[in-house]
């Protein structure tokens, strides 16, 4: 990371550059901690190839927890296995997987069955709790989409169709910070029940080929048995999450598209206050108007890479941090970052550094950047390189 000096007085702030530049097996050209990266036995790492459907699948489509209609062109997957509390031994409950993709999104159904009536947990909360799904069932799906076994997208849903996503980096653990657009329905009934989810391609970032090769995992977690199954077997006994993925073919003539997205906002306040000085004829006094402007872009290009710019951001409407405990801290409080300006790709500036005692450095703490002016992000994936580049100039103080 490179920090620019101060500027001069006249711009009473700092510009910040942080140039990353990591290969997928990051630890090799950074003294990274260590990462094991076993090769399973052959056939414990699975192939299935995803059919292309000629009509969405629905919700609906599988009621009775049948697949019906379109839902039969899905490919199915089941076999899931313990993670815990048993590790290696089958599920205790039927869970099935089925997956497939048209030319806009990728379907991830999952019917979980309840066959021994041990009950469903489910509350219907605002999406992504601060602690996703602690005490609910619920069901996540893994995608790596580069096949890197570095980087992969998380999914989650609980049985009301509450969701929440992440960024999960190996080595580094899951960012629940990360958002994007997708869709997901539930329904619950006597049998179990059944969640339906439909990814667009372009909420995701991969290169697009005449056949993709992507990582998938499967995960049910059973609250009342505290018991996590997946597919395929995910083995507490081999160190690494992503390297024990499935591989899943069959996704040709997909693209994330080259999409723009542009922001504008106007802001504009007038004020007058009441002169009362003359009890007699109190007035009005001259209007004091005030006007900001600002505009949030993104351009996607190359299918994997992301430009984010943004001129006089404005950050009202994003989620207020929860309050935290700092009494007799000695540390810095480290906020979630939640501005969407900053959260494209965050985790590629937070490559894993060695640790100092209890304390894990940063490359960089976007969230000191507080009230910036302007600002451009760069990041993306190329051949084996992850690539980050951020600069913004914070001329007001924050």
């Known amino acids: 990371m490179v920090v620019l000096r101060k500027w001069p007085r006249n711009l009473a ?90 030319d806009t999104n990728l379907y991830v159904v999952m019917v979980c069955w309840d066959d021994k009536h041990v009950g469903v947990r489910a509350s219907l909360t605002r ?35 509450v969701q929440a996503d992440a960024l999960y980096t190996e080595g580094e653990g899951t960012d629940y910070s990360w958002d994007t657009l997708w869709y997901s329905r539930a329904k619950v009934s006597k049998d179990g029940y059944v969640i339906w989810t439909a990814i667009p391609f372009r909420s995701l970032r991969f290169h697009p080929t005449g056949e993709n090769h992507w990582g998938i995992m499967l995960t049910r977690y059973i609250a009342q048995n505290n018991e996590y199954d997946n597919w395929p077997e995910l083995s507490p006994t081999i160190s690494g999450r992503l390297n024990q993925e499935a591989t899943a073919s069959g996704l040709e003539n997909i693209s994330p598209s080259r999409n723009m997205q542009f922001i504008p906002y106007v802001e504009s306040r007038t004020f007058r206050g009441l002169d009362t000085r003359d009890p007699a004829q109190p007035r009005f006094d001259s209007a004091n108007f005030q006007g900001k402007a600002g505009l949030d872009s993104k351009f996607v290009f190359h299918d994997s890479l992301v430009l984010d710019a943004t001129v ?28 969407p300006f900053f959260m494209e790709n965050s985790n590629f500036f937070e490559a894993p550094l060695i640790a100092v005692g209890f304390l894990q450095p940063r490359l960089v703490f976007t ?9 451009v992000r760069l990041t993306g994936k190329q051949g084996p390189w992850n690539l980050g580049f951020l600069i913004a100039s914070q001329s007001r103080p924050g």
């Open 312 to 339: 006089n951001p404005d950050f009202a409407q994003v989620e207020s941090d929860e309050p935290q405990n700092t009494i007799n801290q000695r540390f810095e409080v480290f906020f979630p970052e939640k501005r």
């Open 127 to 161: 999406r992504e709790p601060s602690t996703p799904f602690d005490s609910d069932d619920y069901i996540e799906f893994t995608l790596d989409t580069f096949q890197d076994q570095r980087h992969a997208f998380l999914f989650d849903v609980n049985p009301r169709g």
């Open 13 to 102: 702030g700092c510009v910040a550059i942080a140039l990353s530049f990591t290969i997928a097996s990051f630890g090799q050209a950074t003294g990274d901690k260590p990462e094991s990266k076993e090769i399973l036995p052959a056939g414990t790492r699975p192939i299935i190839k995803i059919p292309r459907v000629t009509q969405p699948p629905r919700l609906e489509d599988f009621d009775g927890m049948v697949p019906n209609g379109a839902a039969v062109q899905l490919r199915k997957v089941t076999n899931f296995i313990q993670n815990k509390p048993s590790d290696g031994k089958p599920a205790t409950e039927r869970t099935e997987g089925y997956m497939g993709y048209d």
């Open 367 to 375: 969230r000191r950047i507080a009230d910036p002016t302007f600002g």
